[in-house]
């Protein structure tokens, strides 16, 4: 199957359906990306979307897939220097690109510069009558491959360099069919997307939103306030968001005191959520469901999921263990297998801890260099982590972010969270800091609320007093901010080379 | 016929389309209406196909072991079976938006 069965699945069964922004329709939507598929008969192999999210990020998404070319969404943020070399790695290739990212691109052999306007519909006319992409030859029937590469993401790379994961048309199928059913969503239903293109949430939300029939809203660049806005006045029924957004857009609130009226359901995922922030949130949006997701780039956005009920529950429960469960991602889901291993490979009963394994159709677990899954099709991913007795899967972070003291495994989320409980604690990421005695011992760098002045012994007794002595830090660091990526992930690599 | 994941079938009997989700490694025979479905590039001979099913668009039929699994791409009319056995509806997932 091809990615845009679905979009012509759509198109013939509720063609007026507004699919994107105010006007744009489904049979819109497949009219603009069968013209813009026709105009690239001639055109380089790949196509490279270096811009931020507008209408022309389906438009050529779904014109890419037609053809059978890999489209690969890149981050039109990278300073100079990285950006040209991720360029210089997709060429030959049509770029989606304005302002500097095509500057860039201008210099680099074997790309072809096409304007976001040119891919999409114009930006003072009808929003659905496609550009200039017209009058060319038109397109033939899609390409049916469900081997062809459909999407190309390089991996936020935290720990190590990043490199380019590679996504087939029966992956991001599959988690689709997996996920969603076809048109369920009601008319008044609208998800805002606001996490960018390059990131695998803004690829895979955009598929399954479509296939849904949930009207997109985009906000191209996000920003608490401006978020806030546009879920009101665009009535928004559905977001996403990674867990740095909803700190901010709970601050927002909190101000505010307008609340999101129109929202239902708000799904979180793209990095660890702190316990203290979905509790806030919680309570902040009672009327809200809440699901929190887990998954990687390689496969394919969610493989488990902490639904709505299960929030309620655990912030609800007296019992410890349902409790727990608020900083667990919820179970796998129906087309995924979940496995805790140890390493060498072994699996691990429930309750103990190694790293987590999972095969599915949506896992590529591939890369432009070669494909990291073994014979069986299990794909490690590097995360360590454990499963209940019920099934529910806790996550404790990358396992190069484990810090082993004195043969002890210590996981930095579960400091991270007491050190959040503290009231001058905004921000706090704990990190290993080499030691003689111990091999590695607990360093937190902390950022503080504004208007307060806590010391270090101070916040050290606050996790002394809530956890084992062998986790309390053994040095606090004091900073104006944590170092993290465009996505609000933590780049801990750079925060070891700042404070080590 | 054999069948492979993401091959696209047609109907011999009705406008129906659907695509193959999930496939026995075996020979099967996959009908529709009664008659055996076609290679989505053939024409169909356009039979007297209604037999008051009706395929529905964005469904997924499968068999009752799961080892066949199709989704409906184009509606139309006539009974899915496989090997004589009706395919049923898969019932909707009650999964929670994650992205």
Not at chain 1, 350 to 363: F, I, M, S
Request: hydrophobic share 40%; proline share 8%; net charge negative.
């Amino acid at each position: 199957m091809n990615i845009v069965t679905f979009l012509e699945m759509a198109a013939s069964a509720d063609p007026g359906r507004v699919a994107l922004g105010e006007h744009l329709t489904y049979a819109g939507l497949l009219e603009a990306a069968s013209r813009l598929a026709g105009h690239w008969n001639q055109a380089p192999p790949g196509v490279v979307y270096a811009t931020v999210a507008t209408p022309a990020l389906p438009i050529a998404l779904f014109a890419a897939a037609w053809t059978g070319r890999p489209f690969a969404p890149v981050s039109y943020r990278l300073a100079d220097e990285p950006l040209r070399t991720v360029l210089r790695g997709q060429a030959p290739a049509v770029v989606i690109a304005d302002g500097r990212p095509a500057e860039i691109a201008s210099a680099v052999d074997g790309l072809t510069i096409m304007a976001p306007s040119m891919a999409g519909p114009t930006a003072g006319g009808a929003e659905d009558s496609p550009a200039a992409a017209s009058g060319g030859p038109p397109a033939g029937d899609p390409v049916q491959d469900p081997d062809l590469p459909c999407v190309l993401l390089h991996t936020s790379g935290t720990t190590a360099a990043p490199k380019v994961a590679v996504l087939r048309h029966r992956h991001l199928t599959s988690y689709v069919l997996g996920s969603v059913d076809f048109l369920s969503a009601g008319p008044e239903e609208a998800t805002l997307i606001s996490v960018p293109p390059y990131h695998i949430a803004g690829i895979a939300g955009l598929l399954t939103a479509l296939y849904g029939g949930r009207r997109i809203v985009q906000l191209p660049n996000f920003e608490a306030r401006a978020w806030v806005r546009l879920a009101r006045e665009q009535r928004v029924t559905h977001a996403m968001v990674v867990p740095t957004m909803l700190a901010r857009i709970a601050a927002v609130l909190e101000e505010d005191g307008g609340g999101l009226p129109y929202l239902r359901h708000l799904s979180y995922g793209g990095g660890r959520m702190p316990v203290p922030v979905i509790e806030r949130a919680l309570r902040l949006l009672p009327h809200v469901d809440f699901a929190g997701a887990y998954g990687l780039t390689e496969t394919s956005s969610s493989i488990a999921v902490l639904g709505p009920e299960d929030h309620r529950l655990a912030l609800a429960s007296g019992d410890a263990a349902v409790r727990r469960r608020l900083g667990s991602v919820g179970r796998s889901l129906p087309a995924v297998e979940l496995v805790v291993r140890d390493p060498d490979g072994k699996d691990l009963p429930p309750g103990e801890a190694g790293e987590l394994w999972v095969r599915g159709p949506q896992v590529s677990g591939e890369y432009a260099h070669g494909a990291l899954i073994d014979a069986e099709g299990w794909f490690r991913t590097r995360d360590g982590g454990w499963i209940d007795q019920e099934g529910y899967v806790f996550v404790e972070g990358r396992l190069d972010d484990v810090i082993v003291r004195g043969g002890e495994n210590l996981s930095p989320g579960e400091i991270e969270d007491v050190l959040l409980q503290h009231p001058a604690v905004a921000e706090t990421a704990v990190i290993g800091m080499p030691d003689e005695q111990w091999g590695e011992v607990v360093a937190a760098v902390v950022v503080t609320r504004p208007g307060t002045a806590p010391t270090a012994d101070e916040l050290r007794g606050w996790v002394g007093d809530r956890l084992r002595s062998s986790r309390v830090p053994a040095k606090v660091v004091f900073r104006d901010s944590l170092p993290r990526n465009d996505v609000g992930k933590l780049l801990r690599r750079d925060l070891r080379q700042a404070i080590l | 016929m054999k069948l492979h994941p993401g091959a696209r079938l047609r109907s011999a009997v009705s406008e129906a389309e659907v695509i193959v989700v999930r496939a026995p490694d075996d020979e099967v025979d996959l009908r529709c209406g009664g008659v055996p479905v076609i290679g989505h590039d053939q024409s169909a001979a356009q039979g007297p196909g209604d037999d008051g099913h009706e395929l529905l668009i964005g469904k997924r039929y499968s068999d009752a072991s799961g080892t066949l699994e199709v989704l409906v791409t184009k509606a139309g009319s006539g009974q899915l079976t496989l090997d004589g056995e009706p395919l049923t509806i898969k019932p909707a997932k009650a999964l929670p938006s994650s992205d």
